[in-house]
């Protein structure tokens, strides 16, 4: 309950809040006020141990014994938490090359992930090695652009998914990297790789207009951003529409809050990473009400971000 | 009069069926710095165990030492130059007129590895792909492109070549202390990532590449164990193989 505290205490319509909280038809799908949490991964690659004690920066830190600790507390004190990765779940440690992604993939579904984007590492067991550790994955693999047509991931990943938690609808949908010069053509095979700019704008739109989502969220696999004109999280917040978060990765980018891009409707789109190994656990708490004047609740966001713990 | 309310909503899902729409009004975020506070929660420790007592009879032996910090960098670095070097002696081995070596800083997957024991997992870490050792033979104006190609980068592990990085290219290239004769082939051994394109390297593609059956995991493995054999320590230093032009 820390963070809900320090949550009501920092902003100054804390009191409202309280009020709304107490409001007798919360738990109704009328009610006015509904929350979420949204826990996230990027770029772990296959830190299933802490990092060793060897005196370095990252001694003793990750792991997913301690991930999952933290994430059955938040889950405690949280009703709806969704939790999301990036992609590059796998290569790094010895585990990948001796069971070549397996317990990953496992203990990623024992923390309940509720989908997760793939990065080009991901490929490293060849795209038939990962479509076979699909069998242990208790969640989706999510990317719209990449084109898996005659390849062993036919039919076994999903442009997008809706999940509905909290009486909330929540658009998930995924992009890959460029695979060319960074992947071995006999690892991707016949993937096709389509621009994911066009593909971003189509499918968020659909989620927000079509499906009529309450919130979308891009889970992507192409980096922060770029000195060069390459394709990055930036570029697809600035084009795009209607996403609302940015799950990002490649990069290995640790941002202290997520940074905020001015999107191609004048809204706000979030993005954020949290470097790489499993160090770090990002969270996103976002409150919504029902309400004719969206804008009007856009215009004020809380940021009681930087405290770090766990 | 809240009876009246909650009828209302319920005659009005079942006359719409469809979703209410709700608009974010606020967002926070924070992070967790993971294994921070020690608690763990041991299903999972129970749950890697049979992987991890396999893994480690195997990742926990102690194949030699380092008497330096070796450390991840750029434009040059002592981690860098070890995989370089490691890299030169085995091709060398192989083929006594290889001129140098160049491997993609990327390649590198650890940031640092401390003086002291090193273990087989340490250089897994470091060099987890099966990527193997190749022999591609450069003619010397397609060597200065790459030089150009790893100035752009920001510098990548050399061994046997050095040059200045001046406004994103290479200057003063010289290969085994000689400038570059572009008409000449040399013998370049890299990793068969590079060699096929990898990491933008495309122009390496047509040119005449002899793979040698070696992981460069397992060349970096026995350079340690080589050098333990005779008592010594790792012990790369940095010595202006690339450098910042003044």
Same mark, same amino acid.
């Given at each position: *309950?820390?963070?809900?505290?320090?949550?009501?205490?920092?902003?100054?319509?804390?009191?409202?809040?309280?009020?709304?909280?107490?409001?007798?038809?919360?738990?109704?799908?009328?009610?006015?006020?509904?929350?979420i949490?949204?826990? &996230?991964?990027?770029?772990?690659?296959?830190?299933?141990d802490?990092?060793?004690?060897?005196?370095g920066?990252?001694?003793?830190?990750?792991?997913?014994?301690?991930?999952?600790?933290?994430?059955?507390?938040i889950?405690?004190e $949280?009703?709806?938490?969704?939790?999301?990765?990036?992609?590059?779940?796998?290569?790094?440690?010895?585990?990948?090359?001796?069971?070549?992604g397996?317990p990953?993939?496992?203990?990623?579904?024992?923390?309940?992930?509720?989908? $997760?984007?793939?990065?080009?590492?991901?490929?490293?067991?060849?795209?038939?090695?990962?479509?076979?550790?699909?069998?242990?994955?208790?969640?989706?693999?999510?990317?719209?652009?990449?084109?898996?047509?005659?390849?062993?991931? /036919?039919?076994?990943?999903?442009?997008?998914?809706?999940?509905?938690?909290?009486?909330?609808?929540?658009?998930?949908?995924?992009?890959?990297?460029?695979?060319?010069?960074?992947?071995?053509?006999?690892?991707?095979?016949?993937?096709?790789?389509?621009?994911?700019?066009p593909?971003?704008?189509?499918?968020?739109?659909k989620?927000?207009?079509?499906?009529? $989502?309450? *919130?979308?969220? $891009?889970?992507?696999?192409?980096?922060?951003?770029? /000195?060069?004109?390459?394709?990055?999280?930036?570029?697809?917040?600035?084009?795009?529409?209607?996403?609302?978060?940015?799950?990002?990765?490649?990069? &290995?980018?640790?941002l202290?809050?997520?940074?905020?891009?001015?999107?191609?409707?004048?809204?706000?789109?979030?993005?954020?990473?949290?470097?790489?190994?499993?160090?770090?656990?990002?969270?996103?708490?976002?409150?919504?009400?029902?309400?004719?004047?969206?804008?009007?609740?856009?215009?004020?966001?809380?940021?009681?971000?930087?405290?770090?713990?766990? | 009069?809240?009876?009246?309310?909650?009828?209302?909503?319920?005659?009005?899902?079942?006359v719409t069926?469809? !979703?209410?729409?709700?608009?974010?009004?606020? !967002?926070?975020?924070? !992070?967790?710095?993971?294994?921070?506070?020690?608690?763990?929660?041991?299903?999972?420790?129970? %749950?890697?165990?049979?992987?991890k007592?396999?893994?480690?009879?195997?990742?926990?032996?102690?194949?030699?030492?380092?008497?330096?910090?070796?450390?991840?960098?750029?434009?040059?670095?002592?981690?860098?130059? %070890?995989?370089?070097?490691?890299?030169?002696?085995?091709?060398?081995?192989?083929?006594?007129?290889?001129?140098?070596?160049?491997?993609?800083?990327?390649?590198?997957?650890?940031?640092?590895?401390n003086?002291?024991?090193?273990?087989?997992?340490?250089?897994?870490?470091?060099?987890?792909?099966?990527?193997?050792?190749?022999?591609?033979?450069?003619?010397?104006?397609?060597?200065?492109?790459?030089?150009? !190609?790893?100035?752009?980068?920001?510098?990548?592990p050399?061994?046997?070549?050095?040059?200045?990085?001046?406004?994103?290219?290479?200057?003063?290239?010289?290969?085994n202390?000689?400038?570059?004769?572009?008409?000449?082939i040399?013998?370049?051994?890299?990793?068969?990532?590079?060699?096929?394109?990898g990491?933008?390297?495309? %122009?390496?593609?047509?040119?005449?590449?002899?793979?040698?059956?070696? %992981?460069?995991?397992?060349?970096?493995?026995?350079?340690?164990?080589?050098?333990?054999?005779?008592?010594?320590?790792l012990?790369?230093?940095?010595?202006?193989?690339?450098?910042?032009?003044?």
């Amino acid at each position: *309950m820390l963070n809900r505290r320090s949550f009501l205490k920092k902003t100054s319509i804390g009191a409202g809040l309280l009020a709304a909280g107490s409001f007798p038809l919360e738990s109704f799908a009328g009610s006015r006020e509904k929350k979420i949490t949204i826990l &996230h991964t990027n770029d772990v690659h296959s830190r299933l141990d802490p990092f060793p004690n060897d005196g370095g920066k990252l001694a003793g830190m990750g792991g997913v014994a301690a991930r999952a600790e933290l994430i059955s507390q938040i889950r405690g004190e $949280c009703d709806n938490v969704l939790l999301l990765d990036a992609g590059d779940m796998l290569q790094g440690t010895p585990y990948f090359n001796m069971y070549k992604g397996e317990p990953e993939i496992k203990a990623m579904t024992m923390m309940g992930y509720d989908a $997760c984007t793939m990065g080009n590492h991901d490929f490293d067991a060849g795209i038939d090695g990962f479509a076979r550790l699909l069998s242990f994955a208790g969640f989706p693999v999510l990317v719209a652009n990449y084109d898996f047509t005659n390849t062993p991931l /036919e039919h076994k990943t999903a442009p997008y998914t809706i999940i509905k938690k909290g009486g909330l609808k929540i658009g998930i949908f995924g992009l890959g990297i460029e695979l060319e010069g960074l992947v071995s053509g006999a690892a991707f095979g016949n993937t096709k790789y389509n621009n994911p700019i066009p593909v971003a704008k189509a499918v968020s739109e659909k989620l927000k207009r079509d499906e009529k $989502c309450d *919130m979308v969220i $891009c889970l992507s696999h192409l980096g922060y951003e770029y /000195e060069t004109n390459k394709i990055s999280d930036k570029t697809i917040a600035k084009e795009t529409e209607y996403i609302d978060l940015i799950i990002g990765g490649h990069t &290995h980018t640790f941002l202290d809050s997520p940074a905020t891009e001015r999107n191609a409707g004048g809204g706000e789109t979030l993005i954020n990473q949290v470097g790489w190994g499993g160090v770090r656990l990002g969270r996103l708490d976002y409150v919504f009400h029902s309400g004719k004047n969206p804008e009007l609740y856009k215009s004020h966001s809380v940021n009681i971000n930087k405290e770090t713990s766990g | 009069m809240r009876l009246r309310l909650l009828y209302t909503s319920i005659l009005l899902l079942a006359v719409t069926g469809c !979703h209410k729409p709700y608009y974010i009004s606020q !967002h926070s975020n924070r !992070h967790y710095a993971v294994g921070k506070d020690g608690k763990t929660d041991s299903s999972y420790t129970r %749950f890697l165990a049979p992987y991890k007592l396999r893994m480690d009879s195997t990742m926990q032996v102690v194949i030699g030492r380092t008497d330096t910090n070796l450390t991840k960098a750029q434009p040059e670095c002592t981690l860098g130059n %070890f995989v370089a070097d490691a890299m030169l002696q085995a091709a060398k081995q192989r083929n006594s007129n290889v001129d140098a070596a160049v491997c993609n800083y990327g390649g590198m997957r650890i940031p640092y590895i401390n003086a002291g024991n090193i273990t087989v997992g340490r250089m897994y870490e470091l060099m987890p792909f099966d990527n193997a050792l190749t022999i591609v033979e450069v003619p010397g104006k397609i060597l200065i492109q790459w030089c150009n !190609h790893m100035a752009a980068m920001k510098g990548w592990p050399v061994s046997g070549i050095s040059y200045l990085l001046q406004d994103g290219a290479a200057e003063y290239i010289r290969i085994n202390q000689q400038p570059i004769d572009e008409n000449k082939i040399y013998l370049i051994a890299t990793n068969d990532y590079l060699a096929t394109g990898g990491d933008k390297c495309s %122009f390496l593609t047509p040119l005449k590449a002899t793979p040698v059956n070696l %992981f460069i995991r397992d060349i970096l493995i026995d350079y340690v164990k080589a050098l333990h054999k005779d008592n010594k320590p790792l012990h790369p230093y940095i010595e202006k193989r690339v450098r910042y032009a003044e």
